[in-house]
């Protein structure tokens, strides 16, 4: 199938993230409030917006930290094979993580990072994920803490692209196909 047509409906408006992602902030904020210092994790490369937006709305001290996983390569379906593209610069043992992920839809790169990352014994280790799609799930993993969650639909913007176009739109949109 040629998939170099296609067509992008607007699903979730920049102003709905905006006001959505403020209150995840609050809730994080207040989950973390007894840390010294929480560990940001956002995966890369589609959360890079999500993370910016959201360290700036935490009530907190942070340190930004990101990993690279991949499932999906150019693809709109997960491979189901876990790539670690780039790991943590630092250490994570004995403190507060947060991993920030752009969509949970199989589960298996979530899955993939959370045992990574709980085999190097963080105190907490807790999720958010602006997107859930759990319609997709083949995985028993879920997000702490969750965007939206959306129907079974491929999706692009505010990080999230399609073959590495349309990560920089403002809103969350469903990509349709045509011929």
């Given at each position: 199938?040629?998939?170099?047509?296609?067509?992008?409906?607007?699903?979730?408006?920049?102003?709905?993230?905006?006001?959505?992602?403020?209150?995840?902030?609050?809730?994080?904020?207040?989950?973390?409030?007894?840390?010294?210092?929480?560990v940001v994790v956002g995966l890369l490369r589609g959360s890079f917006i999500f993370i910016a937006d959201l360290v700036r709305e935490l009530d907190l001290p942070v340190e930004v930290d990101f990993l690279e996983a991949s499932s999906y390569g150019n693809s709109t379906e997960s491979s189901r094979e876990v790539?670690?593209?780039?790991?943590?610069?630092?250490?994570?043992?004995?403190?507060?993580?947060?991993?920030?992920?752009?969509?949970?839809?199989?589960?298996?790169?979530?899955?993939?990072?959370?045992?990574?990352?709980?085999?190097?014994?963080?105190?907490?280790?807790?999720?958010?994920?602006?997107?859930?799609?759990?319609?997709?799930?083949?995985?028993?993993?879920?997000?702490?803490?969750?965007?939206?969650?959306?129907?079974?639909?491929?999706?692009?913007?505010?990080?999230?692209?399609?073959?590495?176009?349309?990560?920089?739109?403002?809103?969350?949109?469903?990509?349709?196909?045509?011929?």
């Amino acid at each position: 199938m040629d998939h170099s047509n296609y067509v992008i409906d607007e699903m979730i408006s920049a102003k709905s993230i905006a006001a959505r992602v403020e209150t995840l902030a609050r809730e994080i904020s207040e989950h973390f409030k007894d840390t010294d210092k929480l560990v940001v994790v956002g995966l890369l490369r589609g959360s890079f917006i999500f993370i910016a937006d959201l360290v700036r709305e935490l009530d907190l001290p942070v340190e930004v930290d990101f990993l690279e996983a991949s499932s999906y390569g150019n693809s709109t379906e997960s491979s189901r094979e876990v790539r670690i593209l780039k790991d943590l610069r630092g250490e994570i043992e004995g403190r507060d993580i947060l991993v920030v992920e752009d969509i949970v839809d199989t589960g298996h790169t979530l899955d993939h990072v959370l045992h990574l990352l709980e085999s190097r014994k963080p105190a907490r280790l807790m999720t958010c994920a602006l997107l859930d799609k759990p319609s997709r799930r083949e995985t028993g993993v879920s997000a702490d803490w969750i965007g939206f969650e959306i129907p079974d639909e491929f999706v692009v913007g505010y990080g999230i692209d399609y073959a590495q176009r349309n990560r920089n739109l403002p809103y969350i949109g469903a990509v349709r196909f045509t011929s």
